[in-house]
């Protein structure tokens, strides 16, 4: 069994509800029905690790992603939540784990309960990313710099080309602050997050099958990342290095780049829409400002 060491850790997990998938089984969804009680046990046997570890719980759907755990981050919030804002306080360990619990169930079932089942758009990965983030600057810069952060990802649901850049933009600060993001795919694999855990050194799993959720939990994502590297763990295998295109936010093997800001286009835009570069037309003039970009 792995250590922790003398280095505690601050884990935020982002656990993501989609309607689109919840509405093949029932109102609640895969992830609260199937998976929350494993993911439960993750994070009692995570705090038990070490009694310095911290978390921190972010759900997110397509109208909002919002901290369940701790519930007073989410003060400003006013989109209706209707828990009480309870903190564990100075209960001992067992309460404390009784408190999660029962707020991570409370706060998941409410956030199931507002989510519109009539909506056509995928959960919110990148702003939950950019709330992590966030948390984990704040609570890492002062006295706690001990503590050495990571992001898990459950996600269940498959990418949404629109959140391209939002989500690029949070994987490449997660890896300039040397972040690591897990991702734990339940479904469908995630280019987007295969593309975040090889930036960031983090673990890609895509689960062969629900059941094995607790198992690859405890094996793959309760070490910590110095942990990890004397693990045998499933290796991260091919990444989708995909792009999507700025004009229609598809997802693009090979593309138009422009030279000057590096926008990504599916096709010959005599004018770039992000910097308004203009470009010679190909046959006109020499098409030296246009350059044809592989990305893998
Ligand atoms: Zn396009
Ligand atoms: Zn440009």
Request: glycine share 6%; with cysteine; proline share 7%.
């Amino acid at each position: 069994m792995t250590t922790q060491g003398d280095c505690p850790s601050l884990l935020v997990v982002v656990s993501e509800l989609d309607p689109l998938h919840a509405s093949e089984t029932d109102k609640e969804g895969p992830v609260l029905s199937l998976c929350l009680s494993n993911l439960l046990v993750f994070i009692n046997t995570y705090l038990m690790f070490n009694h310095e570890n911290r978390l921190a719980f972010i759900a997110t759907t397509p109208s909002e992603c919002s901290f369940l755990y701790p519930l007073n981050v989410n003060k400003p919030d006013s989109s209706g939540s209707t828990e009480d804002d309870l903190m564990p306080g100075k209960c001992g360990q067992y309460e404390l784990f009784e408190d999660i619990n029962s707020t991570i169930t409370r706060g998941l079932k409410a956030v199931a309960r507002r989510m519109n089942s009539g909506v056509t758009t995928r959960p919110l990965l990148a702003g939950a990313l950019a709330k992590s983030l966030c948390y984990i600057h704040k609570h890492t810069t002062d006295k706690d710099n001990r503590l050495l952060p990571r992001i898990l990802v459950m996600k269940s649901s498959p990418d949404s080309p629109s959140q391209y850049m939002p989500t690029m933009n949070c994987i490449f600060a997660a890896q300039k602050n040397s972040i690591p993001i897990d991702a734990c795919l339940i479904d469908s694999d995630s280019g987007f997050l295969q593309q975040a855990c090889d930036l960031t050194g983090g673990t890609y799993i895509r689960l062969p099958e629900t059941k094995a959720l607790l198992q690859y939990l405890l094996w793959v994502f309760l070490p910590d990342h110095s942990s990890r590297q004397m693990l045998t763990l499933p290796p991260l295998g091919h990444v989708d290095y995909r792009a999507a295109c700025f004009c229609h936010r598809k997802l693009v093997e090979i593309g138009y780049v422009c030279s000057v800001c590096l926008s990504i286009f599916c096709q010959f835009n005599p004018i770039c829409s992000t910097c308004n570069t203009r470009f010679p037309v190909p046959g006109l003039a020499g098409s030296k400002a246009k350059r044809k970009k592989t990305t893998q």
